[in-house]
């Protein structure tokens, strides 16, 4: 049994959690906020305060938004990575620049703390299955010392390489293609709309042809109930997306489908639907072609 720290528990974070604490393992869960942390322990997750726990800690499951937030949990006024043991492990599972990974693998080193580049995918439902695929790039030490971890979490881990960067290379391509995907996704169905297709059927249909992708019969669904409810909001992509476009623009490559994908998600941000989950995204092309979507009773 490991002692494990996860930091955020969203919709990611607590289904990882919950993996770990079905693996055996002593879990302790952090999150801004409190009544996610009530919960997480109503429901198995080990009591103790930060202070009192963090020297015991085997691993740290770093699930929080973006690179800000990831330098605040290991790094900040009140950050875990001068608190662990030697041989403690730092997996760092949001979406950051690679530069950042690089550089914070560094930094854990500086104190004898492993740190895994583990960007991951799947969704909710399959971090609360504990069937992830995670894209890690680290030291073969980091990697024995996050297996249990991998193990209780991961249907699928891929050895990007023997130190952090390339875990993060390769989510930032994955995001690229799932941005594009929704946004896709969210075009065609209102395309199909218009002419008298009814969504349900777009999905009955288009769920059977090569036009398909894992996103589009992901979230079509969300669309054709009407429930938005954020599984992964709208604002995800303006960071996600926008840390493609910047590792483009440093390598003066040009992603102009990946632009436009991005300026549909600041239109819907625009319109007030940052929070709500990133489907949501028809939502701006149903304004601009004056239709109405399932559950839209404006």
């Known amino acids: 049994m490991s002692k494990v720290a996860v930091f ?14 079905r693996a055996g393992h002593e879990v302790h869960g952090f999150d801004v906020v409190p009544q996610q942390v009530d919960k997480f322990r109503a429901e198995g ?33 009140e950050g875990i990575v001068p608190r662990l043991k030697d041989g403690a492990v730092v997996m760092s599972c949001a979406t950051v620049p690679p530069q950042f990974a690089k550089d914070a693998e560094a930094r854990c080193e500086a104190v004898n703390v492993h740190y895994l580049d583990a960007p991951i995918s799947g969704g909710s439902v399959k971090a609360a299955q ?4 995670v894209m890690a790039a680290g030291t073969p030490d980091a990697f024995t ?16 390489g023997d130190h952090a960067g390339p875990g993060s290379v390769m989510k930032s391509v994955n995001q690229l293609l799932a941005g594009v995907h929704i946004a896709t996704m969210a075009e065609a169905l209102t395309f199909g709309m ?12 288009i769920s059977k042809c090569a036009g398909t992708s894992w996103m589009l019969e992901n979230r079509a669904p969300h669309i ?25 623009k440093s390598n003066k490559f040009s992603a102009p489908i990946t632009a436009a994908a991005l300026q549909q998600y600041v239109a ?15 939502k701006v092309y149903a ?8 559950g839209d009773d404006s």
């Open 145 to 160: 010392a996050a297996r249990p971890v991998l193990d209780a979490t991961a249907e699928t881990v891929f050895e990007m």
């Open 130 to 133: 504990g069937q992830l695929s």
């Open 268 to 282: 819907a941000s625009g319109m007030g639907l940052g929070r709500e989950d990133d489907a949501a995204v028809a």
């Open 8 to 21: 955020g528990l969203g919709s990611m974070g607590y289904g990882i959690a919950q993996s770990l604490i």
């Open 194 to 205: 218009q002419q008298g297709l009814a969504p349900d059927r777009f999905l009955e249909v």
């Open 224 to 248: 054709i109930d009407g429930d938005y409810t954020p599984h992964s909001q709208v604002d995800i992509w303006l960071k996600d997306l926008g840390i493609v476009l910047d590792i483009a």
């Open 45 to 77: 997750g080990a009591d103790g305060e930060l202070a009192d726990i963090a020297g015991g800690l085997d691993a740290v499951v770093v699930v929080v938004l973006n690179a800000d937030q990831t330098e605040a949990v290991l790094f900040g006024d």
């Open 287 to 294: 304004r601009n072609s004056g239709q109405q979507l399932p």
